[in-house]
């Protein structure tokens, strides 16, 4: 009989909490991305209004939640990187990661709340209140609310496992 196949090495958890911040900075740029481009014409008896994101607040503070985020991330990127490359954390990178995790995870999930709640209430509101044309700019500008929502609330997620393996760390230092 044949032993059995080598296993492969175990995944360190430091490669682990790499590639979720990779994963957090890439949800948070697309974020940034799908909002900044956001905009819809509408064309309502003869007359055309012109919204862009900024326009709707909870839109704005999903995309301050999103910058915000992505700064965070780039940071912690970087400190995540370094680490890897010098085998060596500072302490107070612990703590950083500790409170920053949480921090961050709780606004982007309050963005993303943000996000879907008005991309829902005003749809229906508008398409209630004014006779449109076609309602196909209408559904693209809430979808691309929807998708930015969504991008920010997997990058919360990343944050939210993040902030776990965080905790585990602090507890054994």
Same mark, same amino acid.
């Given at each position: 009989?044949?032993?059995?196949?080598?296993?492969?090495?175990?995944?360190?958890?430091?490669?682990?909490?790499?590639?979720?911040?990779?994963?957090?900075?890439?949800?948070?740029?697309?974020?940034?991305?799908?909002?900044?481009?956001?905009?819809?014409?509408?064309?309502?008896?003869?007359?055309?209004?012109?919204?862009?994101?900024?326009?709707?607040?909870?839109?704005?503070?999903?995309?301050?939640?999103?910058?915000?985020?992505?700064?965070?991330?780039?940071?912690?990127?970087?400190?995540?990187?370094?680490?890897?490359?010098?085998?060596?954390?500072?302490?107070?990178?612990?703590?950083?990661?500790?409170?920053? !995790? /949480?921090?961050? =995870?709780?606004?982007? $999930?309050?963005? &993303?709340?943000?996000? *879907?709640?008005?991309?829902?209430?005003?749809?229906?509101?508008?398409?209630?209140?004014?006779?449109?044309?076609?309602?196909?700019?209408? !559904? /693209?500008?809430? =979808?691309?609310?929807? $998708?930015?929502? &969504?991008?920010?609330? *997997?990058?919360?997620?990343?944050?939210?496992?993040?902030?776990?393996?965080?905790?585990?760390?602090?507890?054994?230092?």
């Amino acid at each position: 009989m044949a032993p059995p196949p080598p296993s492969p090495p175990p995944v360190s958890l430091k490669v682990v909490v790499l590639f979720l911040r990779v994963l957090t900075a890439v949800f948070l740029v697309i974020t940034v991305i799908i909002l900044s481009t956001n905009s819809v014409t509408i064309d309502s008896q003869g007359t055309a209004l012109k919204y862009y994101f900024k326009d709707v607040y909870a839109y704005r503070y999903m995309f301050s939640a999103a910058i915000i985020g992505l700064v965070y991330a780039v940071i912690q990127l970087f400190f995540t990187i370094s680490e890897l490359a010098t085998r060596i954390k500072n302490p107070i990178n612990y703590q950083l990661d500790f409170y920053g !995790d /949480k921090i961050i =995870s709780y606004l982007l $999930a309050t963005g &993303s709340a943000a996000g *879907f709640g008005v991309s829902k209430d005003l749809k229906d509101a508008l398409l209630a209140l004014v006779a449109l044309d076609s309602t196909d700019p209408v !559904d /693209k500008f809430f =979808s691309r609310g929807y $998708a930015s929502a &969504s991008m920010l609330l *997997f990058a919360f997620v990343c944050l939210a496992v993040l902030s776990v393996f965080s905790s585990y760390a602090i507890s054994k230092h």
